[in-house]
């Protein structure tokens, strides 16, 4: 480099000097200085003036030459600066690779007893995961939607790269047993549950060994599929195909599906509370959740269920259920006058409700909570305090108010959000930016029929996640699914639902006859007891007033005469038809039709 500089700097005093003896170049002293020329001669014209501009430009020439070879000098000096750092670099690992290998053998040599070698176990040296992987196929959510997506590209694709990236810390599973089947058997660690059909099935999708290790992600050739658990992605950079996560790890995909699913929604005043009352509230979203509530179930505790929706409803009957086994007492508190009340019209939500309380709930209607204080005394550890000076004391409190989709990333992705449902905004195609898919509860799509939706139910997930898969893969297919959702208050009401069901619609009801629900055995037993004399026998008593049974039977959901949405109350296997009723769009302006179209007396 010093070489550079001297051969810079001579090549342009020479070429200075030579033109200085013919007296062509005008330079003051202080530019003598700053050169360090001490042999150029000065000279001025007659009368003391300098020499002509065109002189000056040799000064420039001077300077830029100058320039360069200043400019080469560090340049030459910055990369060898470089090189000897990435000497030094090199020299460092391969000395920490001898001492890592040299601590292998160490651990691995273990003394011998009773001539025998005893075995020791030596974790091995991990290399850390890769700063930026490669896939053909990026998944980010790892719920039912995302493992269905999995399924259509593997179908359009039979030698695909799927990497899925999920921030639980659990492989893809269904969430739907968590409220439902796994509270009505008993308590296991496995998470296996018995569906509809009598076959004992896990909430998991696949096994452990189904999934690759990230770290031969890129080594494998197709198909291969792995996941990257209890990574968060915080940025996506749709025009450099583009994420990060929050482990500082980036991904570069070629096509993309986001299914991140929603997050529970809270009630503000519990977001105010001190950490020691968030640590007894269970917002009830994953696999965690239902193992600390059933922990809590066996012991017996009080749980309080905030909401009085779907999850709500169905997960305090189901606490109710495993209470009567282990002692649990379960308080369901809601701002409505009864169960599903939203969805129900208002004389089955109360008919509902009596049914829950039946399974064994406290049920606190039109009640809100206007504060939450530690409980003191062996009552419990969160005392709620209601609107109406009531306060009840509980070891958990479970809050069932409703899903918030997480558009976190999308918004990062300078994606278009719904403003009326939330959600990503897609095609029919299920598509929302050039090779950016979104499938679940985060995708607000067009129905045909009933206009802009997004859906938060398993049908939903798994037929949009795998029709928005095969588009990934190829496939130019259109998302008109009607969905459907499936719901149960204990062993003796479970019903269907599909299309709009919003108790704020006209609806109307077509029930069958169905048998008096019977009673509680205890309560037999104290009217066998009861004193005969106490009524004359002479008299004859009023017939007793009986409660409408609402057994079986289907509610329509009407708008401008039209069906928009069904429940099926009781009554099974009857979807495609109601499916068919809605997508038809047919006009009825006389109701009486409408009991025409299912058979529920068979």
Same mark, same amino acid.
């Given at each position: &480099?010093?070489?550079?500089?001297?051969?810079?700097?001579?090549?342009?005093?020479?070429?200075?000097?030579?033109?200085?003896?013919?007296?062509?170049?005008?330079?003051?002293?202080?530019?003598?200085?700053?050169?360090?020329?001490? !042999?150029?001669?000065?000279?001025?014209?007659?009368?003391?003036?300098?020499?002509?501009?065109?002189?000056?430009?040799?000064?420039?020439?001077?300077?830029?030459?100058?320039?360069?070879?200043?400019?080469?000098?560090?340049?030459?000096?910055?990369?060898?600066?470089?090189?000897?750092?990435?000497?030094?670099?090199?020299?460092?690992?391969?000395?920490?690779?001898?001492?890592?290998? &040299?601590?292998?053998?160490?651990?691995?040599?273990? $003394?011998?007893?009773?001539?025998?070698?005893?075995?020791?176990?030596?974790?091995?040296?991990?290399?850390?995961?890769?700063?930026?992987?490669?896939?053909? !196929?990026?998944?980010?959510?790892?719920?039912?939607?995302?493992?269905?997506?999995?399924?259509?590209?593997?179908?359009? =694709?039979?030698?695909?790269?799927?990497?899925?990236?999920?921030?639980? %810390?659990?492989?893809?599973?269904?969430? &739907?047993?968590? /409220?439902?089947?796994?509270?009505?058997?008993?308590?296991?660690?496995?998470?296996?549950?018995?569906?509809?059909?009598?076959?004992?099935? /896990?909430?998991?999708?696949?096994?452990?060994?189904?999934?690759?290790?990230? %770290?031969?992600?890129?080594?494998?050739?197709?198909?291969?599929? /792995?996941?990257?658990?209890?990574?968060?992605?915080?940025?996506?950079?749709?025009?450099?195909?583009?994420?990060?996560?929050?482990?500082?790890?980036?991904?570069?995909?070629?096509?993309?599906?986001?299914?991140?699913?929603?997050?529970?929604?809270?009630?503000?005043?519990?977001?105010?509370?001190?950490?020691?009352?968030?640590?007894?509230?269970?917002?009830?979203?994953?696999?965690? %959740?239902?193992?600390?509530?059933?922990?809590?179930?066996?012991?017996?505790?009080?749980?309080?269920?905030?909401?009085?929706?779907?999850?709500?409803?169905?997960?305090?009957?189901?606490?109710?259920?495993?209470?009567?086994?282990?002692?649990?007492?379960?308080?369901?508190?809601?701002?409505?006058?009864?169960?599903?009340?939203?969805?129900?019209?208002? !004389?089955?939500?109360?008919?509902?409700?009596?049914?829950?309380?039946?399974?064994?709930?406290?049920?606190? $209607?039109?009640?809100?909570?206007?504060?939450?204080?530690?409980?003191?005394?062996?009552?419990?550890?969160?005392?709620?305090?209601?609107?109406?000076?009531?306060?009840?004391?509980? =070891?958990?409190?479970?809050?069932?108010?409703?899903?918030?989709?997480?558009?976190?990333?999308?918004?990062?992705?300078?994606?278009?959000?719904?403003?009326?449902?939330?959600?990503?905004?897609?095609?029919?195609?299920?598509?929302?930016?050039?090779?950016?898919?979104?499938?679940? =509860?985060?995708?607000?799509?067009?129905?045909?029929?009933?206009?802009?939706?997004?859906?938060?139910?398993?049908?939903?997930?798994?037929?949009?996640?795998?029709?928005?898969?095969?588009?990934?893969?190829?496939?130019?297919?259109?998302?008109?699914?009607?969905?459907?959702?499936?719901?149960?208050?204990?062993?003796?009401?479970?019903?269907?639902?599909?299309?709009?069901?919003?108790?704020?619609?006209?609806?109307?009801?077509?029930?069958?006859?169905?048998?008096?629900?019977?009673? $509680?055995?205890?309560?037999?037993?104290?009217?066998?007891?009861?004193?005969?004399?106490?009524?004359?026998? /002479?008299?004859?008593?009023?017939?007793?007033?009986?409660?409408?049974?609402?057994?079986?039977?289907?509610?329509?959901?009407?708008?401008?005469?039209?069906?928009?949405?069904?429940?099926?109350?009781?009554?099974?296997?009857?979807?495609?038809?109601?499916?068919?009723?809605?997508?038809?769009?047919?006009?009825?302006?006389?109701?009486?039709?409408?009991?025409?179209?299912?058979?529920?007396?068979?």
């Amino acid at each position: &480099t010093n070489m550079a500089h001297r051969f810079a700097t001579m090549a342009a005093w020479r070429s200075v000097r030579s033109r200085a003896v013919s007296g062509r170049i005008l330079l003051s002293p202080c530019k003598q200085q700053q050169l360090r020329l001490p !042999y150029v001669r000065t000279q001025t014209t007659g009368g003391g003036h300098q020499a002509p501009k065109s002189e000056n430009h040799t000064l420039v020439m001077l300077g830029f030459a100058t320039a360069v070879g200043f400019g080469l000098y560090k340049a030459f000096q910055n990369k060898s600066k470089v090189l000897e750092d990435e000497k030094k670099k090199i020299k460092e690992k391969k000395t920490d690779e001898k001492k890592a290998e &040299t601590e292998l053998k160490k651990g691995g040599e273990t $003394p011998q007893t009773n001539g025998q070698a005893k075995e020791t176990e030596v974790e091995a040296i991990k290399p850390p995961p890769p700063k930026k992987v490669h896939a053909p !196929y990026v998944i980010i959510g790892g719920g039912t939607a995302a493992f269905f997506a999995v399924r259509g590209i593997m179908e359009a =694709d039979p030698k695909a790269k799927i990497l899925i990236v999920t921030e639980e %810390d659990e492989r893809p599973y269904m969430r &739907t047993p968590l /409220s439902k089947e796994l509270w009505f058997q008993d308590k296991n660690e496995d998470l296996v549950f018995s569906d509809w059909s009598g076959r004992n099935r /896990s909430v998991f999708y696949e096994p452990e060994e189904f999934y690759k290790d990230v %770290d031969t992600f890129r080594d494998h050739e197709g198909p291969v599929l /792995s996941i990257i658990k209890g990574a968060k992605a915080v940025d996506m950079n749709t025009h450099l195909k583009r994420i990060s996560l929050d482990s500082g790890q980036q991904i570069v995909y070629g096509k993309c599906l986001l299914a991140t699913g929603g997050r529970p929604k809270t009630l503000p005043l519990l977001e105010k509370c001190s950490d020691k009352i968030k640590s007894h509230i269970n917002l009830f979203r994953t696999t965690k %959740d239902y193992k600390r509530l059933e922990n809590l179930a066996a012991a017996g505790k009080h749980v309080v269920v905030i909401g009085g929706g779907f999850l709500g409803s169905e997960l305090a009957v189901a606490l109710a259920h495993r209470g009567s086994k282990t002692g649990l007492k379960v308080t369901q508190i809601y701002p409505e006058h009864g169960n599903m009340a939203k969805v129900l019209p208002e !004389y089955l939500s109360k008919w509902s409700t009596k049914r829950v309380e039946e399974e064994g709930v406290r049920i606190v $209607p039109n009640s809100r909570i206007v504060s939450v204080s530690e409980a003191s005394g062996e009552q419990g550890t969160v005392r709620l305090h209601l609107k109406d000076g009531r306060k009840i004391d509980a =070891d958990e409190v479970v809050v069932a108010v409703g899903l918030e989709p997480n558009t976190d990333l999308a918004v990062k992705g300078r994606l278009e959000i719904d403003e009326n449902n939330g959600g990503i905004v897609v095609n029919s195609e299920l598509e929302a930016r050039r090779d950016v898919f979104a499938a679940g =509860d985060v995708a607000s799509f067009h129905d045909t029929t009933l206009g802009r939706r997004r859906e938060e139910h398993h049908d939903n997930a798994v037929v949009s996640g795998r029709l928005a898969g095969g588009n990934m893969a190829g496939k130019r297919l259109s998302y008109f699914h009607q969905s459907m959702f499936w719901s149960d208050l204990g062993p003796h009401v479970g019903y269907e639902a599909i299309g709009i069901v919003d108790s704020r619609l006209q609806t109307v009801g077509i029930w069958a006859e169905a048998p008096p629900t019977p009673k $509680p055995e205890s309560l037999k037993v104290k009217e066998a007891n009861k004193d005969k004399e106490a009524i004359p026998a /002479s008299k004859e008593l009023p017939p007793a007033k009986r409660e409408p049974a609402y057994g079986k039977g289907v509610v329509f959901y009407m708008k401008n005469d039209k069906v928009v949405g069904i429940v099926l109350w009781n009554v099974f296997d009857k979807i495609p038809v109601a499916r068919q009723v809605i997508r038809s769009q047919k006009v009825f302006k006389n109701k009486s039709d409408l009991a025409k179209i299912f058979n529920i007396r068979d």
